[in-house]
């Protein structure tokens, strides 16, 4: 089994109100030193069998097709480790 991460963020030339929101705060919380804050979507994908080209061309599609919004958004496909139960 692995598991296959999408990032989704808001392009660059996009507002992103929440993280200004973010930025905003973190001051009066005591964080001082971020100069940018933007907010973005996490999709952890567990996938049965080997994540070969053809598995990864089908969840660049659903990414591309259901995950995103690529009017506004960016996306990125990776493969994580998973770690076996019990090692």
């Known amino acids: 089994m692995a598991r296959v991460v999408v990032d989704v963020m808001l392009k660059p030339e996009i507002l992103d109100p929440q993280g ?3 930025q905003r705060a973190l001051p009066r919380l005591g964080f001082e ?3 940018d804050v933007r907010q973005g979507k996490r999709f952890e994908l567990e ?3 080997p994540v070969d080209d053809a598995a990864l061309a089908r969840i660049h599609e659903l990414a ?5 919004n690529t009017v506004i958004e ?3 496909v990776k493969v994580e480790e998973v770690a076996e139960a019990g090692k």
Do not use: H, K
């Open 74 to 76: 960016d996306f990125s």
């Open 33 to 35: 030193g971020v100069s």
């Open 64 to 68: 591309e097709s259901f995950l995103a």
């Open 20 to 22: 200004q929101a973010v």
């Open 47 to 49: 996938v049965d069998g």
